[in-house]
């Protein structure tokens, strides 16, 4: 299993994670539409190419990636396309939906979404009515949107609140009457729940069985470094995988990639046999200059995700938790008061789910929140505070 940092490994690069496929296949199974909750760099997207590469029997599987979508238009033109390139679908089927996408190519995409705009009911009738008698040869096709969030958020932007509630609330529509055997997956490297209450939307999202994508146990993490050290032919002495775990705590895929690549570097230097020492200098190796592009999308996000006053609370809690390690609820709300912010627990929630901070319940009901890795929070410390 060779190690692969920033691309998304698939094939015999990829690490099996059963229980998560099996989960999300009974989901599918059940006649479920999904949405994978998961943060940064925890593997959804390895996971769905998972998918598509190796669909169980009766199942065929798409990828799409939505993240620079702006408009509803190019969002269901792309999943048109998609369909369009299925194997399970009939003939009669994919002339349809050929005939569909010839419509929107004769006017162009700028055309076609101002188009849509001006007969919005004419269009997106077609489009349901298309996915409705859609004959898919008995299978069962899963399109899988990578970004979502992303792409509501991208209209939210551009178009104002109404038409990006008006996205969701289409989304659903189609969800709920296109023909039995096509399902969704929605995932995202921002909450869709988070987003959907901000735009006071959550009954649009509420048919989605949610999956949580989860960072490795310590067994299934132990596991990984091992593979990945073995292929390179790294010796290592027993006991330093151990020694990593308690470094990394929070065991994102990611995180555990990056740092087994400074022990291959190490290793490759020295010719030495890998110890806690050597062990120490690679994870104080992740945080030189040149990892910077690996985790400068933590802060540059946050200006995406917040609005003006939502946007240096989030940074105030962030910042106070490189220095204390961890903060209680009232310490969050005193920077909220001092911020003026009245809506804090919203951008808490969006930034547990976007992996930055866990919330610890305490014995006496109390919460602590803290950053989920040391990873994240020592770069913080280093390059953002």
Same mark, same amino acid.
């Given at each position: 299993?060779?190690?692969?940092?920033?691309?998304?490994?698939?094939?015999?690069?990829?690490?099996?994670?059963?229980?998560?496929?099996?989960?999300?296949?009974?989901?599918?199974?059940?006649?479920?539409?999904?949405?994978?909750?998961?943060?940064?760099?925890?593997?959804?997207?390895?996971?769905?190419?998972?998918?598509?590469?190796?669909?169980?029997?009766?199942?065929?599987?798409?990828?799409?990636?939505?993240?620079?979508?702006?408009?509803?238009?190019?969002?269901?033109?792309?999943?048109?396309?998609?369909?369009?390139?299925?194997?399970?679908?009939?003939?009669?089927?994919?002339?349809?939906?050929?005939?569909?996408?010839?419509?929107?190519?004769?006017?162009?995409?700028?055309?076609?979404?101002?188009?849509?705009?001006?007969?919005?009911?004419?269009?997106?009738?077609?489009?349901?009515?298309?996915?409705?008698?859609?004959?898919?040869?008995?299978?069962?096709?899963?399109?899988?949107?990578?970004?979502?969030?992303?792409?509501?958020?991208?209209?939210?932007?551009?178009?104002?609140?109404?038409?990006?509630?008006?996205?969701?609330?289409?989304?659903?529509?189609?969800?709920?009457?296109?023909?039995?055997?096509?399902?969704?997956?929605?995932?995202?490297?921002?909450?869709? *729940?988070?987003?959907?209450?901000? /735009? %006071?939307?959550?009954?649009?999202?509420?048919? #989605?069985?949610?999956? +949580? =994508?989860?960072?490795?146990?310590?067994?299934?993490?132990?596991?990984?470094?091992?593979?990945?050290?073995?292929?390179?032919?790294?010796?290592?002495?027993?006991?330093?995988?151990?020694?990593?775990?308690?470094?990394?705590?929070?065991?994102?895929?990611?995180?555990?990639?990056?740092?087994?690549?400074?022990?291959?570097?190490?290793?490759?230097?020295?010719?030495?046999?890998?110890?806690?020492?050597?062990?120490?200098?690679?994870?104080?190796?992740?945080?030189?200059?040149?990892?910077?592009?690996?985790?400068?999308?933590?802060?540059?996000?946050?200006?995406?995700?917040?609005?003006?006053?939502?946007? *240096?609370?989030?940074?105030?809690? /962030? %910042?106070?938790?490189?220095?204390?390690?961890? #903060?209680?609820?009232? +310490? =969050?709300?005193?920077?909220?008061?001092?911020?003026?912010?009245?809506?804090?627990?919203?951008?808490?929630?969006?930034?547990?789910?976007?992996?930055?901070?866990?919330?610890?319940?305490?014995?006496?009901?109390?919460?602590?929140?803290?950053?989920?890795?040391?990873?994240?929070?020592?770069?913080?410390?280093?390059?953002?505070?």
């Amino acid at each position: 299993m060779r190690n692969i940092v920033g691309q998304t490994p698939r094939g015999k690069d990829f690490f099996p994670r059963d229980k998560l496929v099996n989960l999300i296949y009974r989901r599918l199974d059940s006649g479920s539409n999904v949405f994978m909750a998961a943060p940064r760099r925890v593997g959804k997207t390895a996971i769905m190419r998972h998918l598509e590469d190796n669909p169980r029997e009766g199942y065929e599987c798409k990828y799409i990636m939505t993240e620079s979508v702006t408009n509803e238009a190019d969002y269901f033109k792309l999943i048109m396309d998609t369909l369009h390139r299925l194997k399970a679908i009939s003939a009669r089927s994919l002339e349809a939906i050929g005939s569909f996408l010839s419509k929107i190519n004769e006017i162009g995409v700028l055309d076609f979404s101002l188009a849509f705009a001006e007969t919005r009911v004419n269009w997106f009738e077609e489009l349901k009515t298309l996915l409705k008698e859609l004959d898919t040869g008995g299978k069962t096709i899963v399109i899988m949107v990578d970004e979502f969030p992303q792409t509501v958020e991208n209209i939210l932007r551009e178009s104002g609140k109404g038409k990006a509630e008006q996205f969701l609330q289409f989304n659903r529509e189609i969800r709920h009457q296109a023909n039995e055997n096509i399902r969704f997956i929605l995932t995202g490297s921002i909450g869709l *729940p988070t987003m959907a209450e901000k /735009l %006071d939307a959550t009954k649009e999202i509420n048919d #989605l069985n949610t999956v +949580e =994508i989860t960072p490795l146990s310590e067994e299934e993490a132990r596991e990984f470094i091992g593979k990945l050290l073995d292929h390179e032919n790294v010796s290592y002495e027993q006991g330093v995988i151990g020694h990593l775990l308690n470094k990394i705590e929070w065991f994102v895929p990611f995180h555990i990639q990056l740092l087994v690549q400074e022990l291959i570097d190490e290793y490759d230097n020295t010719g030495k046999t890998v110890n806690e020492a050597v062990a120490d200098k690679a994870f104080a190796n992740i945080f030189q200059m040149r990892n910077n592009m690996y985790f400068e999308h933590y802060y540059s996000r946050l200006k995406k995700t917040f609005d003006q006053n939502e946007y *240096p609370f989030a940074l105030a809690v /962030l %910042d106070e938790l490189t220095g204390k390690d961890e #903060l209680t609820v009232g +310490e =969050i709300r005193g920077i909220a008061q001092a911020h003026n912010l009245t809506n804090y627990p919203v951008v808490m929630r969006t930034l547990e789910f976007d992996g930055y901070i866990f919330g610890l319940p305490k014995a006496d009901g109390e919460k602590l929140y803290r950053f989920t890795s040391p990873v994240l929070m020592l770069w913080w410390r280093s390059y953002v505070k």
